[in-house]
T-cell receptor
Framework: DTAVSQTPKYLVTQMGNDKSIKCEQNLGHDTMYWYKQDSKKFLKIMFSYNNKELIINETVPNRFSPKSPDKAHLNLHINSLELGDSAVYFC????????????FGNGTRLTVT | AQKITQTQPGMFVQEKEAVTLDCTYDTSDQSYGLFWYKQPSSGEMIFLIYQGSYDEQNATEGRYSLNFQKARKSANLVISASQLGDSAMYFCAMRYTGTASKLTFGTGTRLQVTL
């Protein structure tokens, strides 16, 4: 069973479109995250949610809107896509807000043309 | 603010040899955790090993061990008996305890294992 699953794996779209990435975890974890990995492989946190409550919003443009319908799901919706949004987006979860490790999904490679 | 530094952008090691990947960190927090992740060319992020700031012994997981030197603020990853499948990007990361806890990553080291 996949612990953290995100869909789709690849997303190719044109500038100005709106797209969503879905994420689900079956680990029973309380905390979920979205990370962005740029072309230089640098990983930066975007958002974190704990029990459906937004904890971290790391100065991400308003075009990015996370939604957590329950603690097992954290989706990412992106409006008005721009070229600079091209990256790999990782969903992750951890047991709680402490120093427990994050478990990552396999990533979604977003390409904006 | 937390900062993670990995000074080796790329490393080569021969198969069956041991290799050390360097990581230093900067934090004013007393309670924190240090992590290493592996990212193979297929792209997934694989958790390898964890060290708590209050742990007195260095963490080990199979062929991976973490050389934790708290006073020097270093958390180097040692891979013993390297295998071809160890070729990947390796990221050091840190998070502290707290409501706004986030995992902060270093820039990574690309390890290439050769025959």
């Amino acid at each position: 069973d996949t612990a953290v699953s995100q869909t789709p794996k690849y997303l190719v779209t044109q500038m100005g479109n709106d797209k969503s990435i879905k994420c689900e975890q079956n680990l029973g974890h309380d905390t979920m995250y979205w990370y962005k990995q740029d072309s230089k492989k640098f990983l930066k946190i975007m958002f974190s949610y704990n029990n459906k409550e937004l904890i971290i919003n790391e100065t991400v443009p308003n075009r990015f809107s996370p939604k957590s319908p329950d603690k097992a799901h954290l989706n990412l919706h992106i409006n008005s896509l721009e070229l600079g949004d091209s990256a790999v987006y990782f969903c992750a979860s951890s047991q709680n807000l402490g120093v427990s490790p994050l478990h990552f999904g396999n990533g979604t490679r977003l390409t904006v043309t | 603010a937390q900062k993670i530094t990995q000074t080796q952008p790329g490393m080569f090691v021969q198969e069956k040899e041991a290799v050390t990947l360097d990581c230093t960190y900067d934090t004013s927090d007393q309670s924190y955790g240090l992590f290493w992740y592996k990212q193979p060319s297929s792209g997934e992020m694989i958790f390898l090993i964890y060290q708590g700031s209050y742990d007195e012994q260095n963490a080990t997981e199979g062929r991976y061990s973490l050389n934790f030197q708290k006073a020097r603020k270093s958390a180097n990853l040692v891979i013993s008996a390297s295998q071809l499948g160890d070729s990947a990007m390796y990221f050091c990361a840190m998070r502290y305890t707290g409501t706004a806890s986030k995992l902060t990553f270093g820039t990574g080291t690309r390890l290439q294992v050769t025959l």
